[in-house]
């Protein structure tokens, strides 16, 4: 083990209705934030779960339909543009976790949220940083709301041509901020983010 590895998280609980949470897109200039959830079954298990963002996409895209067929319950959610610009986007993440897990068809009897953070509600949970290399439902569920985040920056990018979005996610690259000074913010630019609202202030 790596001096940054983290050692394998140990749950006490032992049931089969364990859901893993977590979300990704809150470091993006533009697009939503996407949650999901899921709760493996233990008689079908899935080989190669691992943090969505050490995954070839190839390899993500494979997991993301053998996580839909297999899983005993999944759900996608999501905090939108407006609700990060109006909570921040820590809340906004929040908010698409619970969302997330209020909407699996098969309510959890234990929850794991990845990172420090968990949610306001209910459900029995715990949380564990860097989840989403260490629990295997944590790490399908950076999968499925990967992959879902990313193909939806793809279609984007044919609806806001030049910013290159299906390159770069959202996620303030050179290419990135380059488009935005030359052809400034869009609807689905987060504009409580800081290189977003100067430019905006600038354009006025």
Same mark, same amino acid.
């Given at each position: 083990?790596? @001096?940054?590895?983290?050692?394998?998280?140990?749950?006490?609980?032992?049931?089969?209705?364990?859901?893993?949470?977590?979300?990704?897109?809150? =470091?993006?200039?533009?697009?939503?934030?996407?949650?999901? #959830?899921?709760?493996?079954?233990?008689?079908?298990?899935?080989? =190669?779960?691992?943090?969505?963002?050490?995954?070839?996409? $190839?390899?993500?895209?494979?997991?993301?339909?053998?996580?839909?067929?297999?899983?005993?319950?999944?759900?996608?959610?999501?905090?939108?543009?407006?609700?990060?610009?109006?909570? &921040?986007?820590?809340? +906004?993440?929040?908010?698409?976790?619970?969302?997330?897990?209020?909407?699996?068809?098969?309510?959890?009897?234990?929850?794991?949220? /990845?990172? &420090?953070? @968990?949610?306001?509600?209910?459900?029995?949970?715990?949380?564990?940083? $860097?989840?989403?290399?260490?629990?295997?439902?944590?790490?399908?569920?950076?999968?499925? #709301? $990967?992959?879902?985040?990313?193909?939806? !920056?793809?279609?984007?990018?044919?609806?806001?041509?030049?910013?290159?979005? +299906?390159?770069? @996610?959202?996620?303030?690259? @050179?290419?990135? !901020?380059?488009?935005?000074?030359?052809?400034?913010?869009?609807?689905?630019?987060?504009?409580?983010?800081?290189?977003?609202?100067?430019?905006? !202030? /600038?354009?006025?």
């Amino acid at each position: 083990m790596s @001096k940054t590895e983290l050692p394998p998280y140990v749950c006490t609980y032992q049931g089969d209705l364990l859901a893993g949470v977590d979300e990704v897109g809150r =470091g993006p200039l533009a697009g939503d934030v996407v949650a999901a #959830a899921v709760i493996l079954d233990p008689a079908r298990p899935i080989e =190669g779960l691992a943090d969505s963002k050490k995954l070839s996409e $190839k390899k993500r895209e494979r997991l993301f339909d053998e996580i839909r067929e297999r899983a005993l319950s999944f759900a996608i959610a999501r905090a939108t543009v407006d609700e990060i610009d109006r909570l &921040n986007i820590l809340h +906004a993440s929040l908010l698409a976790m619970r969302r997330a897990v209020e909407q699996l068809s098969i309510q959890p009897e234990f929850v794991l949220v /990845d990172g &420090n953070r @968990k949610p306001e509600w209910s459900y029995v949970c715990d949380t564990v940083v $860097k989840g989403d290399g260490r629990v295997a439902a944590i790490g399908a569920a950076s999968i499925l #709301a $990967k992959v879902t985040r990313d193909r939806e !920056m793809v279609a984007l990018d044919s609806v806001y041509p030049g910013y290159g979005l +299906a390159g770069h @996610k959202g996620y303030p690259t @050179k290419v990135h !901020m380059e488009a935005l000074e030359r052809l400034g913010p869009t609807p689905i630019h987060r504009q409580s983010f800081a290189p977003v609202k100067q430019l905006a !202030m /600038d354009l006025v």
